[in-house]
């Protein structure tokens, strides 16, 4: 299974392993993940603002159900 890193367009391949019955994925790189890790930010919030402009990562947080109602988090 061949991966691309959302955040460098790198492609990288997992290796299948035989002790799991799926095998793991990534939405970045080991090293976009570390890099980014290592200086306190999230790539998955920056990917889910780039795909969705109501996106915060700050908060608050908001829950609409399909009924019409909503629910305000201060946490994810």
Same mark, same amino acid.
């Given at each position: ?9 790198? %492609? ?8 799991? @019955?799926?095998?793991?994925? *990534?939405?970045?790189?080991? *090293? $976009?993940?570390? !890099?980014? !890790?290592?200086?306190?930010? *999230?790539?998955?919030? %920056?990917?889910?603002? %780039?795909?969705? *402009?109501? =996106?915060?990562?700050? @908060?608050? =947080?908001?829950?609409?159900?399909? $009924? @019409?109602? %909503? ?6």
């Amino acid at each position: 299974m061949i991966n691309k890193c959302k955040k460098c367009n790198k %492609e990288w391949k997992l290796k299948t392993t035989n002790n799991r @019955g799926n095998t793991p994925t *990534s939405l970045f790189c080991k *090293s $976009c993940a570390t !890099s980014y !890790s290592n200086r306190g930010l *999230s790539l998955v919030d %920056e990917y889910l603002q %780039e795909q969705f *402009s109501y =996106y915060n990562p700050k @908060g608050p =947080y908001i829950l609409k159900c399909d $009924c @019409g109602t %909503e629910q305000t988090y201060t946490t994810k």
